[in-house]
């Protein structure tokens, strides 16, 4: 039989979730845990065929994987009728150097394509190109940003274009990698279309490990709860 853990916090529309979940996968056992070591070890135990955050905190539990896996970073997977890409870095300490997130890149790149999905990649900076010399941060976001285009173009065979700050062109244009300038923009992202505006979301995939782990916000809705175990499912299937 299948195991999923998953971590219960303060929402408990995690409990209901597991409900809905089993309805749909009454073979699959759902594991439920209450602390952060706790989760930790339900990733590295072999029996657990998959880990899902749930609304536990999530800042012990990546300082504890990362000292297993120093290198894991994460993207979170939106998928809905007229829309569907990976965002990342969303974890506000990730993505920090242009060599991190070209990293994340080819990561993403990996997933897609064992889905069957062919990447085409959107770089976002904190302004529009003509924004340069408006403050050193903006300016130093628009040439990171150039960089890291060059990059994913000299480092993959994969389409990729600078859509600098129009994020809103990078979706309705189809791209399925979103690639914010830093881990702090692409929460915010991430909060504005999921937890505000309810785009469905199936959680966050962490790459750099051999272990299925799929993070997830502890605001998250019942049903984006059940979508995040329907993946950390489907994903032991590949």
Same mark, same amino acid.
């Not at 536990?56 to 998928?79: D, F, G, H, Q, W």
């Not at 993505?95 to 991190?100: K, L, N, R, S, Y």
């Not at 979508?227 to 994903?235: I, K, P």
């Given at each position: 039989m299948k195991t999923i853990a998953i971590g219960?916090?303060?929402?408990?529309?995690?409990?209901?979730?597991?409900?809905?979940?089993?309805?749909?996968?009454p073979k699959t056992n759902l594991k439920l845990i209450y602390r952060d070591k706790d989760i930790v070890q339900a990733v590295l135990d072999d029996k657990i065929h998959g880990v899902v955050?749930? =609304?536990?905190?999530? $800042?012990?539990?990546?300082? &504890? #994987?990362?000292?297993?896996?120093?290198?894991?970073?994460?993207?979170? /997977?939106?998928?809905?009728?007229?829309?569907?890409f990976l965002l990342t870095p969303?974890?506000?300490?990730?993505?920090?150097?242009?060599?991190?997130?070209l990293d994340i890149v080819k990561n993403c790149i990996d997933f897609l394509k064992r889905l069957g999905k062919t990447p085409k990649i959107a770089v976002l900076a904190e302004g529009r190109k003509d924004?340069?010399?408006?403050?050193?941060?903006?300016?130093? =976001?628009?040439?990171? $940003?150039?960089?890291?285009? &060059? #990059?994913?173009?000299?480092?993959?065979?994969?389409?990729?274009?600078? /859509?600098?700050?129009?994020?809103?062109?990078?979706?309705?244009?189809g791209c399925n990698v979103i690639v914010a300038p830093n881990g702090r923009v692409g929460n915010i992202i991430f909060r504005t279309l999921v937890l505000l505006n309810s785009w469905p979301s199936y959680g966050?995939?962490?790459f750099g490990m051999d272990k299925i782990y799929i993070d997830t916000s502890r605001d998250q809705s019942i049903e984006g709860y059940v979508?995040?175990?329907?993946?950390?499912?489907?994903?032991d299937n590949f």
């Open positions: 219960v916090g303060e929402n408990e529309n995690i409990i209901q979730a597991c409900h809905i979940f089993k309805e749909k996968h955050r749930g =609304s536990l905190p999530a $800042s012990n539990i990546m300082k &504890e #994987l990362k000292a297993v896996y120093p290198n894991i970073t994460r993207a979170t /997977y939106v998928n809905g009728d007229e829309y569907e969303v974890g506000i300490d990730e993505g920090e150097t242009v060599e991190d997130r924004d340069f010399g408006r403050g050193p941060e903006v300016s130093q =976001s628009i040439t990171d $940003s150039e960089k890291l285009t &060059e #990059l994913i173009k000299e480092n993959t065979d994969e389409e990729v274009e600078n /859509y600098y700050i129009l994020v809103e062109k990078a979706i309705k244009d966050a995939i962490t979508r995040s175990l329907t993946l950390a499912y489907e994903l």
